[in-house]
């Protein structure tokens, strides 16, 4: 059994030495943003339902170029992904899920787009639950000021909205 | 790469070119906003003008859960009008989810208060007034879910209010509109539509009514599907032309005219019957009539198209009989013939939630709750936990008033 190096990528590197045997099938994914190659074992891959469709229809050669993910984005990812197709204990899971997403708001922002791009269901359900819950219970001050968004509502239109929904407004 | 739509896992449809980043950055908003509590959206529209637009467009609207009818209120009528006490009773564990308002002094229900019509989640009430007219001077719009209470302090012109009632979808629009029906006095069908809206916090007038046939009046009006819908009972089928007798009337509330609908196969007034059910539940509109000797009731329901009425269940009474005897004891019930004492409240359907539709139905001393998939009984209230038995054989129906209790999420 060869024990290969891969470039580009310090973090798959860095984790595990992987064994390339016969049977199992491996995919070069590569950013094409900051040109960041990424070698993957078709089953990891395939939790993005886009690679997976390519997959199938036959068109995933030798290197898939993936736009609009960056690098260390792609990286992440698939540790995620490497981690939910090998791991099937749902506790361990869910450790590891809020550990993972223990990020500032633009990485988890990169994170979510990129996963909706990619199809990966799993990753963007958790995204996007572990935002909700981010934004949940802070009043709308706090949540500008950790999502970092501009207030460009004047205080009359603060002031409409909450008139006009005097059927919700919160207690 | 730049052209190619992906379908993203939320089933909304984007593409991911570069002039449509704005759609995209929607998409993934939604799916955040949609794990956020509905209630807690309302902060979120004080963010920014991004998400103050979005929250409130229609296409955000769409993807919100439908409401859904978690408990009712039960009024209960005394001979003058005078209601009792108003209970509160969760559907789904009505022995522990239960809730009495009986102080005038609660502080978000208002004192000597009767509920005049429900509408998704908005109760339309009066309060301090004459009950024993039809002469509602001062109402109110109360949101039980949040203890928001609005109170119309004008009334519509006119003396005779033939029919009010509550316009409210909130899955459209978080504004509602009260329309009133006000009959000229001396001038039994001739009217005018009057509607206050919760914007201007006025009523203004909106249409005067075409002459309808002598024989309709309003009962109670069912919103639905943008319109408030009234059934007309004809005084017997011969009396009016073909053509009015096969229609209903209805109001478009959005485009204020009135429009028709097929009348559904209701008897004519004259029949003896016990109750005329007519509501809607999530997006369906049903009728249910109940006889005398009415073995089982037959559920109609209106197709979205308005083509016509199909019958959507047919639930025999045995069954619930001999879970309750009670129904055949009824003073009511003929010896002898297979008569049930059963009147229907509320029809809820709960198909969006994937759970069993229900039935409310009164029964002599209770209000039960009847599965109409798996055919159980659960038992409401109980007024006659004391009762002895003739009381039970002499209960009176028609005292109640239900009204669906759908909370916001």
Redesign the interface.
């Known amino acids: 059994m060869k024990k290969l190096k891969f470039i580009g990528n310090p973090l798959l590197q860095s984790r595990e030495k992987i064994n390339m045997s016969s049977d199992k099938k491996w995919l070069t994914l590569k950013t094409t943003e900051d040109n960041e190659e990424f070698v993957v074992e078709e089953s990891v891959a395939i939790m993005s339902?886009?690679i997976k469709n390519m997959v199938e229809d036959g068109c995933a050669s030798s290197v898939i170029?993936v736009?609009?993910v960056k690098g260390n984005a792609m990286g992440k990812i698939i540790e995620f992904c490497k981690k939910h197709t090998e791991e099937s204990d749902e506790k361990v899971l869910k450790e590891f899920d809020a550990e993972f997403l223990n990020l500032g708001p633009d990485a988890l922002y990169d994170l979510?787009?990129s996963a909706?791009?990619l199809?990966?269901?799993v990753l963007?359900?958790s995204v996007?639950?572990k935002?909700?819950?981010m934004?949940?219970?802070?009043?709308?001050e706090e949540?500008?000021n950790i999502l970092k968004?501009?207030?460009?509502?004047s205080a009359e239109?603060?002031e409409e909205?909450?008139r006009?929904?005097?059927?919700?407004?919160?207690? | 790469?730049?052209n190619l739509s992906?379908?993203?896992?939320s089933e909304l449809r984007f593409s991911?070119s570069s002039e449509e980043r704005v759609l995209?950055d929607e998409?993934?908003l939604a799916?955040?906003?949609l794990?956020?509590?509905?209630?807690?959206?309302?902060?979120?529209?004080?963010?920014?003008?991004q998400?103050?637009c979005f929250i409130?467009s229609s296409r955000f609207r769409k993807l919100l859960p439908p409401l859904r009818a978690s408990g009712l209120y039960i009024h209960r009528l005394f001979k003058l009008g005078r209601p009792d006490r108003l209970y509160l009773i969760g559907l789904d564990n009505p022995q522990t989810n239960r809730r009495i308002f009986t102080s005038p002094h609660h502080s978000f229900v208002p004192p000597k208060f009767r509920i005049l019509h429900s509408c998704n989640g908005?109760l339309l009430c009066a309060h301090n007034t004459n009950f024993r007219y039809n002469y509602y001077r001062n109402c109110c719009v109360w949101?039980p879910s949040?203890?928001?209470l609005?109170n119309i302090s004008q009334h519509p012109p006119g003396t005779r209010v033939s029919h009010i009632g509550l316009a409210f979808n909130?899955l459209k629009s978080?504004?509602?509109k009260v329309i009133a029906f006000v009959s000229e006095h001396g001038f039994k069908n001739v009217g005018f539509i009057y509607i206050y809206s919760?914007v201007t916090s006025t009523w203004r007038f909106s249409v005067q009514s075409f002459n309808p046939a002598p024989h309709l009046n309003f009962t109670d009006g069912v919103y639905w599907n943008g319109r408030v819908h009234w059934l007309s009972e004809l005084q017997d089928v011969n009396s009016v032309p073909k053509s009015d007798a096969s229609e209903c009337l209805c109001f478009n509330v959005d485009e204020e005219r009135f429009e028709t609908f097929p009348r559904p196969p209701i008897a004519v007034k004259a029949t003896p019957r016990k109750c005329l059910y007519f509501g809607e539940s999530e997006g369906h509109l049903h009728v249910i009539e109940v006889f005398p000797s009415t073995t089982s009731l037959k559920v109609y329901e209106m197709k979205s198209d308005y083509s016509g009425w199909f019958v959507k269940y047919k639930i025999p009474l045995a069954p619930i009989s001999e879970v309750f005897p009670e129904t055949t004891q009824h003073k009511t019930c003929l010896p002898g013939k297979n008569n049930f004492a059963v009147t229907v409240h509320s029809l809820i359907r709960r198909e969006s939630f994937q759970e069993d539709p229900l039935l409310v139905l009164e029964i002599p001393g209770k209000l039960i709750r009847y599965n109409i998939v798996d055919r159980s009984t659960k038992v409401i209230l109980d007024f006659g936990a004391d009762f002895d038995r003739k009381k039970i054989d002499y209960w009176e129906f028609g005292m109640l008033k239900v009204s669906q209790h759908i909370a916001?999420l």
């Open positions: 339902n886009v170029p736009p609009r979510m787009v909706n791009f199809e990966i269901k963007l359900d996007t639950t935002v909700a819950d934004i949940k219970g802070k009043s709308s949540i500008r968004i501009e207030n460009d509502l239109e603060i909205s909450r006009e929904n005097c059927w919700t407004r919160q207690e | 790469m730049n992906f379908t993203s896992s991911f995209d998409d993934l799916l955040i906003f794990r956020v509590p509905w209630k807690k959206l309302m902060t979120l529209k004080c963010v920014s003008k998400w103050l409130t908005l949101n949040t203890k928001q609005d909130p978080l504004h509602y919760s916001s």
